[in-house]
């Protein structure tokens, strides 16, 4: 079901009851236009734990708050420079989110205890219903992803069953919405710093950073060490269960070759042509060939991932996409995925592999 679809579809009964289910403090499970939410009443702390409690969450780990279109920015945020209202008329709503300086009152668990919040407000029409239905628009609900931490990230309502059951104890509902149009987590940009670091792409994302300094007229620069933590940017993260080893297309063959003289059983994801290798017909159990589009790779990146985490093999293995402007989220979130890539493909390989 597409986000049109979605639209005239819209379940309203269902998605005040899920406002309401908020307003007690319960989570809700929601589509947004990027993944599905893991939603909580951002100024309810105790509501906030559950989150962190369902997903197993380190109490480190920043949330994203997200906003109905009419909300008051001033209440969730502070000294909120222009830029930050010229991006948010440009690409609000939608997959961007800022990171501002928090308000006083906003509780430290949105924020994992830091002086910043993350803010966005959705497209997804059953997101944005949600939003307007919750304290009459102008409530706040923190959304992490709507999996267990560092797994792949739901793109589908049954994704998240799959992740939690149909009736987990702590959430109220499960929102229906289709699959996700996006596929991949918001762009992250960290406006809370503007005079000393300028803009700063914290997290890659569908809007790219050549997007954004467009609208704002300058740069956007990469974080350092003093940047915010912010969801999503751990090393190892969006992981499958089973192993996941990044391989370029021009050792592809050689590798999936020698995985097959082991006998391993291969999970695989590709956009080249494969010529027959000897082996790896039989020591395939899944394959997967993509898009070489940047959008449509990553609208399915999530849903192909959790299909080869079923098929039961020794190692999924993804060749490595282009390096081209656009593929830079895609690339972000399949180097967390396979953290230690190269080095386990080593040590299973007899280092034999990249």
């Given amino acids: 079901m597409s986000a049109a679809?979605?639209?005239q579809a819209l379940d309203l009964p269902a998605i005040d009851a899920a406002a309401r289910m908020l307003e007690q403090g319960l989570l809700v499970a929601f589509p947004t236009e990027t993944v599905y939410g893991l939603g909580a009443d951002a100024s309810n702390p105790?509501?906030?734990?559950?989150?962190?409690?369902?997903k197993g969450r380190p109490s480190d780990h920043p949330l994203i708050v997200h906003l109905s279109p009419q909300a008051e920015l001033e209440h969730w945020a502070t000294d909120i420079p222009d830029e930050a209202r010229r991006l948010a008329q440009a690409f609000w709503p939608g997959p961007l989110t800022l990171i501002l300086q928090r308000a006083a009152g906003v509780p430290d668990a949105v924020s994992a205890g830091q002086s910043t919040i993350g803010l966005r407000c959705p497209s997804h029409p059953v997101a944005l219903a949600l939003l307007q239905a919750f304290r009459q628009g102008q409530g706040g609900i923190a959304g992490p992803s709507a999996n267990r931490f560092g797994h792949v990230s739901p793109t589908s309502a049954?994704?998240?069953?799959?992740?939690?059951?149909?009736?987990h104890p702590l959430i109220g509902c499960i929102l229906e919405g289709g699959q996700?149009?996006?596929?991949?987590?918001?762009?992250?940009?960290?406006?809370?710093?503007?005079?000393?670091?300028?803009?700063?792409?914290?997290?890659?994302?569908k809007l790219t950073a050549?997007?954004?300094?467009?609208?704002?007229?300058?740069?956007?620069?990469?974080?350092?060490?003093?940047?915010?933590?912010?969801?999503?940017?751990?090393?190892?993260?969006y992981a499958p269960a089973t192993a996941l080893a990044l391989v370029p297309g021009e050792r592809l063959d050689a590798v999936l070759a020698a995985l097959a003289a082991q006998r391993r059983r291969i999970a695989l994801m590709h956009y080249s042509p494969l010529p027959a290798v000897d082996g790896v017909a039989a020591s395939t159990v899944a394959s997967i060939r993509v898009q070489a589009d940047p959008a449509a790779y990553a609208h399915a990146l999530y849903a192909n991932l959790?299909?080869?985490?079923?098929?039961?093999?020794d190692l999924i293995v993804v060749e490595t996409p282009p390096t081209d402007a656009g593929w830079e989220a895609v690339n972000d979130r399949l180097r967390r995925s396979a953290h230690d890539s190269?080095?386990?493909?080593?040590?299973?390989?007899?280092?034999?592999?990249v």
């Fill in 158 to 167: 049954q994704h998240v069953r799959d992740e939690f059951g149909a009736h």
């Fill in 306 to 313: 959790r299909v080869l985490d079923q098929a039961a093999a």
């Fill in 180 to 205: 996700s149009a996006v596929g991949i987590e918001s762009t992250i940009i960290d406006l809370s710093r503007l005079q000393s670091h300028g803009p700063v792409l914290l997290r890659p994302g």
């Fill in 5 to 7: 679809s979605a639209a």
């Fill in 46 to 54: 105790a509501a906030l734990a559950r989150i962190y409690e369902a």
């Fill in 210 to 237: 050549r997007e954004i300094g467009d609208v704002l007229g300058r740069t956007v620069t990469m974080p350092d060490q003093s940047a915010p933590r912010v969801s999503g940017t751990l090393a190892a993260h």
């Fill in 342 to 353: 190269s080095g386990m493909l080593a040590r299973m390989l007899g280092q034999q592999a």
